[in-house]
């Protein structure tokens, strides 16, 4: 028979979970800033990365899917748009995860909302149940989180070529047109 966790054993474990999450979304945050700079063909100064720093994320990734609405091609829009949501659910979860308590319910133990308008809408209606997030969600986002960086380099990685290409084309035109 396995020995319970004491306490602190499962107080570090909840940390660590929501501190991974946490974590995880600043990263993709960052991230999003160089996929920003890069589809819309920013140019490259000192400032650029802190000023698109500045925004909120739910602005940024607004901005990219409302780019990625032009984009004609399937293969150049469809990995841009499942990175984009990736990151909402991810930035989800961090939201989850950074304002809610941890509860105790049976053997394993959940997050809940203490904020009043949110535990509202998490309340059903019919049963009166409020919905609460098994803290396991927040280890299947932490895993997610690290699959989705690696999807947002080969977008970042995609996007720096193409940008470098059109560099490269405008510099050959502008030979030419000498």
């Known amino acids: ?9 499962v107080e570090s474990e909840i940390c660590e979970i929501v501190g991974r ?6 990263l993709l945050d960052n991230q ?6 890069a589809v819309l063909s920013l140019e490259d100064k000192a400032l650029t990365f802190a000023v698109v720093a500045a925004h909120d994320a739910v602005r940024k990734i607004e901005i990219l899917k409302a780019f990625a ?3 004609p091609k399937d293969e150049w829009r469809k990995p841009l ?7 909402e659910k991810i930035n989800q979860a961090r939201n989850t995860a950074a304002h809610s308590m941890v509860i105790e319910q049976g053997d394993d133990y959940v997050l809940v909302s ?8 998490a309340t059903d209606k019919k049963t009166r149940a409020i919905t609460r997030v098994p803290l396991g969600t927040l280890k299947d986002a932490s895993e997610r989180a690290k ?7 080969t977008v970042l990685e995609n ?13 050959n035109t502008d030979v030419k047109s000498r």
């Open 1 to 9: 028979m396995a020995d319970a966790k004491s306490p602190e054993e």
């Open 21 to 26: 999450v946490v974590l995880s979304a600043s």
């Open 32 to 37: 999003i800033n160089s996929v920003l700079i």
């Open 69 to 71: 609405a032009q984009i």
């Open 81 to 87: 748009v499942r990175y984009l949501e990736g990151v």
């Open 114 to 121: 203490n904020n009043a308008a949110k535990l509202l809408k």
């Open 147 to 153: 699959r989705l960086y690696k999807e947002g380099q």
């Open 159 to 171: 996007f720096v070529r193409f940008q470098e290409e059109r560099k490269k084309r405008s510099s």
